[in-house]
């Protein structure tokens, strides 16, 4: 056993080590590195080998790797920048969400050449993972219907508030809504069920998102009660097309579940950012263009006429 082979083995158990020369050709790799090694890799033999024509690097691991070789400088690359650096296996029960090694790996000059080494950063790298996906789960269930999975009121407004924030510093964007109400929900709860009814909602909810477009909003407002906010460029917000393009589908969509087929019709309110100064006050007025709906025998929308509006009557 050389001596550099005997410091290898000594160095450490649980560190992944590879000595190059400055033209990156292996010169040692540790057992660590070459027992987690994936196929076909662990059955090869590395010594002579070139690293970067062996392994394939991305941009950051690059330039790591010409700042240590050009500058004699110690260099890190962790696994929030490259997630598996090398190809290694992960061998810990604890951590088997990942098949693949997450790994920290710091570059230094070593003698004539450079020395590698490699860290488990696995148990690190899942556990951050979980804690931010559970993170992006509690966002997400603070800001969504739990019945209908689409947005709740509060997210709305707050988004309603920023959208009338922007379109007030820059007019180039404008912002509509429609306030909508299932006709006759009471009389399908009573008939059917409550079940029924809930299912009725999910069936609405996700009606309104393949109508509208993914940027814009839709959310339940309040028990039977919808919003959708849609944004546009400066002139072309015209919230009565939105309004007539989702009683068109009503009308040729009809739900059907729990063995039933039921007629669904809506009455909506329709307004823009320049009817009301505040969007409270839009949402105001959209509630009362939606109960003269209602007062005029359902199933349709009124709107604020605009000049726009009238040439396209």
Known sequence: MNKMTFELEELTLDVGIIITDLKLNILEINPFFIQ???????????????????????????????????????????????????????????TNQSMLMYQNVTIEPFRDGLMFKVHNATQEAVMSIQLSQAHETLQMSARRCPMTGIFNRMY?????????????????????????????????NDTYGHDVGDQVLIWFAQLLETTFRETD????????????????????????????????ILARTPFKGRGLELNITASIGAVSCFDAPTPEKAIGLADELLYEVKRSGRNNYRCIEQPEIAQLA
């Not at 941009?59 to 696994?79: G, Q």
């Not at 404008?174 to 909508?180: G, I, T």
């Not at 909003?217 to 309004?243: C, D, Q």
């Open 217 to 248: 909003l839709v959310g339940r407002y309040g028990g039977e009660e919808f919003i959708v906010v849609m944004t546009n460029p400066k002139g072309k917000t015209l919230p009565h097309i939105g309004a007539n393009r989702l009683l068109e």
């Open 156 to 188: 709305i407004l707050n988004r309603l508030e920023e959208l009338d924030a922007n379109y007030k510093r820059n007019e180039d964007r404008e912002y509509s809504l429609l306030l909508l109400d299932i006709d006759h929900f009471k009389t399908v």
């Open 36 to 94: 987690h090694l994936t196929m076909p890799y662990r059955d090869k033999e590395l010594a002579g080998e070139n690293l970067l024509q062996l392994f394939s690097f991305h941009k950051s691991v690059l330039t790591a790797i010409a700042n240590t070789r050009d500058f004699k400088v110690r260099e890190s690359v962790n696994w929030r920048e490259e997630n598996h650096i090398f190809p290694l296996q992960n061998a810990a029960i604890v």
